[in-house]
């Protein structure tokens, strides 16, 4: 089942431009992964913040999470071609099993050269 | 070696087959996961094995039948499948059922004639 809602769903964008994608969730969590998949292939892990976690870099990567809100943001700062996949949002389904992912509708994205 | 490998890529198979996916992880990761993925959609947990046994079936219909063989391999067998099954059959590893972060492998691409 799902839990999380993402959008939007698509996005186009110019090479070189940031691109942001949203999450929401709706219950509490103790963490919140992204995972980015390229056309058909298997998902990758790409970061993952804590609930005691505002915001969280990794590269060209900068995650936000607000619990306030249940909500999460990925920013892509300067994308590239490269970057064009699809994008997962997933929390835990419960606080103690870290194993059943509920996962986000996914935003596709796609980078324009 | 930080890869999990599935075989075959791509199946397709007859509704009165029996044909086996396979994957292989030697992370030394002790639980590992069998997810269902439709196009345009998220992943779909299946089952869940943890330290070589089965932890968790999300009710999936017994013509999916896993297998652990060891705790490098794991099966999934198929019989008298439905078009409807047709979709990409994703393995995951993880260092430990609780962690957080998954390892999936490619794939298999699955089509029931």
Known sequence: SQQGEEDPQALSIQE???????????????????????????????????SNEREKHSG???????????SSSLLITASRAADTASYFCATPRAMDSNYQLI?????????KP | DTEVTQTPKHLVMGMTNKKSLKCEQHMGHRAMYWYKQKAKKPPELMFVYSYE???????VPSRFSPECPNSSLLNLHLH?????????YLCASSQEPSSYEQYFG???RLTVT
């Not at chain 1, 060209?60 to 249940?70: A, P």
């Not at chain 1, 996962?103 to 980078?111: E, N, R």
């Open chain 1, 103 to 111: 996962w986000g509708a996914g935003t596709k994205l796609i980078i």
């Open chain 2, 53 to 59: 046994k089965l932890s968790i079936n999300e009710s």
């Open chain 1, 16 to 50: 070189g431009e940031n691109a942001t994608m949203n999450c929401s969730y709706k219950t509490s969590i103790n963490n919140l992964q992204w995972y980015r998949q390229n056309s058909g292939r298997g998902l990758v892990h790409l970061i993952l913040i804590r």
């Open chain 2, 106 to 108: 490619p794939g298999t």
């Open chain 2, 80 to 88: 008298a499948l439905q078009p409807e099954d047709s979709a990409l």
């Open chain 1, 60 to 70: 060209r990567l900068r995650v936000t999470l607000d619990t306030s809100k249940k």
